[in-house]
């Protein structure tokens, strides 16, 4: 199976300064599996931005590292810069990609936040899918009044005490906000002009707090050393409010100012989706499809030659894992890629159904390394043997009942994508629902057959009254 990795892009208070940068860089990429994809710094809105990947074992650590540099190199105190900021490392988002879940970023988000105050004394603020307070999903409801304000207000006022540590800000490096969130892209369209209040009217009127599109932040900035005001976004869901939308729109607010555009700019990377979406819409190609891109076709067939023959290979093999409940899952896996695939080509939201195939094709691997558990506590001395099986067996029942809770949510939602899709995509959405069916059956047998090997207790009795009352349960025979 493929690795799974996951993204991170922390942002620092320092985009003035490259070898501070440089060295907060080099301290990520030096924990080994760490691989840093871009750097970007900005002179006016002081600030840089580090994309690195890893596994989500290492993420947390290779962040740690560049907090340890960034507390050594920014004193917040002599910071000032166009963008809002309360910390040296200002924001830790952890994202997910294919085969992680948004849930398992949040779990990593929190450990990172833990380990900010334990080895560095910063407090930090929980932020998007993290957020343990709902005022606090919003960025920039924890960065209201930035550093300067948060200095005096965290111990005064409850409402602003952090998520974890004390409420007592670091004397030079802030607070940190980390969170779990999805895929955005970071945007950015400068004005050919210096007067910064064009900026924040257009600004106000694209995003969604002031009435604008539902996917957009945005402000407006003063680029003082280039002479020109921008309107700096961020775009959280770019599916569902494309790039080429906003710029389309920030353009025409420009020209009623009798303003022209100078230009745009990606901070951090893009997703090829994303270019794919705004190629299609300039070019007005009839026929496009991302089948289309020579890359894809490529990963496609690489993918072929690869990853699906190499877990059909491990399937078949005689060993006991991957077995059925990793079957099941990758059964769903496919399910839930059809209907991301008729979503798109049918111009319908595909969020959910990415989801959905994140979820899968991680519970692959998971059930496959439960029952390896299983097996290894079976091979333990007889005489400490027992309570290794039971938490083994445990987790291995765990994995497959939470595949069969989200295969019947994947069977709901592609019901609704049958009733709303048209008719020519009737045999691919069925033929996704064949699949999820298998799945939660498999996943259904699965469960039931560990159960009947645990001991009489909390976790079985629990068990077996969520599965009477699961998606497609019934009574246990």
Known sequence: MARRLVECVPNFSEGRDAAKVRTIAEAISAVPGAVILDTEMDHDHHRSVITFVASPEIAVEAALAGAVKAVELIDLNQHRGAHPRIGALDVLPFV???????????????????????????????????????????LENIRRGQFEALRGEIGADPDRAPDIGDPVIHPTAGATAVGARKFLIAYNINLRTPDVEIARRIAKSVRFSSGGFRHVKAMGVDLASRGMAQVSMNLTDFEATPAHRVFETVKREAE???????????????????????????LQVENFDASMVLENRLEQAMEGRGGLKEFLDALAAPTAAPGGGSAAAASAAMAAALGAMVARLAKLEAAAFEDFRSFFTEAVERDAAAFREVMGAYRRPKAERAPYVERALEEATRVPFEVLTRAG???????????????????????AQALARAARQGARANVEINLESLPEGEFRAKVRAALSEAQGGGPLS
């Not at 100078?262 to 994303?274: D, H, K, N, Q, W």
């Open 409 to 431: 949510e994947l069977e709901a939602r592609l019901e609704e994508l049958r009733a709303s899709a048209p008719a020519k995509f009737s045999s691919d959405v069925a033929t």
């Open 256 to 282: 009623r100012y009798g303003v022209p555009v100078a230009g745009s700019e990606i901070v951090g990377l893009i997703p090829r989706t994303a270019v794919e979406m705004t190629a299609e819409y300039y």
């Open 96 to 138: 997910p990609l294919p085969g992680v879940t948004l849930e398992e970023c949040v779990r990593l988000a929190e450990k990172a936040a833990a380990e900010l105050w334990k080895r560095l004394r910063i407090p930090c603020y929980l932020y998007e899918a993290a957020a343990r307070r709902p005022e606090r999903a919003q």
